[in-house]
């Protein structure tokens, strides 16, 4: 059974740091692209960054580039998510999802694990 883990979600103040975690079992993840994915309340879910399976090539929405990183470990499963001068607007659920390839991220057919909730006060 195919399972992504979230972690590492919590409460921070504006200008705070969290990193997120995206654990996998089920899967060899070095053989896959991963990408994290957010949700506000009552909006849509959006893409917020990805790593290629090899780490060597990364992608961000504009929103976050400059202060989020992805990277992975393969050796552990797991993908990092590096937050850094969070600000309110990036509260939301995070999601992490593992795919075929870096353009396959968000489609159908991709891996999706339950999420983590982040909460930025002001």
């Known amino acids: 059974q195919v399972q992504l883990v979230e972690s590492g979600g919590g409460l921070v103040q504006a200008g705070g740091s969290l990193r997120l975690s995206c654990a996998a079992s089920?899967?060899?993840?070095?053989?896959?692209?991963v990408g994290w994915f957010r949700q506000a309340p009552g909006k849509e879910r959006e893409f917020v960054a990805a790593?290629?399976?090899?780490?060597?090539?990364?992608n961000y929405a504009d929103s976050v580039k400059g202060r989020f990183t992805i990277s992975r470990v393969n050796a552990k499963s797991t993908v990092y998510l590096q937050m850094n001068s969070l600000q309110p607007e990036d509260t939301g659920v995070y999601s992490c999802?593992?795919?075929?390839?870096?353009?396959?991220?968000?489609?159908?057919?991709?891996?999706w694990g339950q999420g983590t909730q982040v909460t930025v006060s002001s």
């Open positions: 999802a593992a795919g075929n390839s870096m353009a396959a991220i968000g489609t159908p057919g991709n891996y």
């Open positions: 089920g899967i060899t993840l070095r053989n896959y692209a």
């Open positions: 790593i290629s399976w090899t780490g060597g090539s990364t």
